[in-house]
């Protein structure tokens, strides 16, 4: 390998390690704005969890019953039951991709 494609290389590390620095990561996303109330494993055995009575997210039938539009839906704008919401959106915080990548943590929380 010549010097210069060394560089080059070099280069796309830095790159690399830059730019998946930049935006939090999910798993850390869900620590800080969604783990008090649906626990961090997603079990809402939490205080807040079993006030609110939410549902085990590792389970597989409750994976089933939510569609991934309506998860989106719901991180972004809010959740409502019967007219009451039951948790408030995040629209302000997240970014739609954001709110994609927090689907996607939801989801390998199934056991
Ligand atoms: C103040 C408590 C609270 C916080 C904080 C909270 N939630 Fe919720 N969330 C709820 C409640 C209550 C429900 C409805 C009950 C249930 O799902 O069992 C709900 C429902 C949901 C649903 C289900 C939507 C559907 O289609 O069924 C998703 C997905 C969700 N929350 C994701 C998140 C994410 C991601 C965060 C963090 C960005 C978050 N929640 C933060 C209380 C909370």
């Not at 080059?8 to 999910?26: D, E, I, K």
């Not at 809010?78 to 919401?85: A, I, V």
């Not at 994609?100 to 943590?105: C, E, G, S, T």
């Amino acid at each position: 390998m010549n010097s210069t494609s060394k560089i080059a290389l070099v280069g796309v590390a830095l790159a690399f390690v830059a730019g998946t620095s930049h935006a939090a990561p999910a798993s850390e996303n869900w620590e800080n704005s969604c783990a008090a109330c649906h626990g961090e494993d997603g079990k809402a055995q939490t205080k807040q969890g079993k006030k609110l009575k939410i549902r085990d997210y590792t389970e597989a039938a409750v994976q089933a019953e939510m569609k991934d539009d309506e998860m989106i839906k719901a991180i972004l704008d809010g959740y409502l039951e019967n007219g009451k919401e039951r948790m408030k959106g995040f629209r302000d915080e997240y970014s739609e991709q954001e709110a994609k990548d927090l689907v996607a943590f939801i989801r390998q929380l199934k056991t």
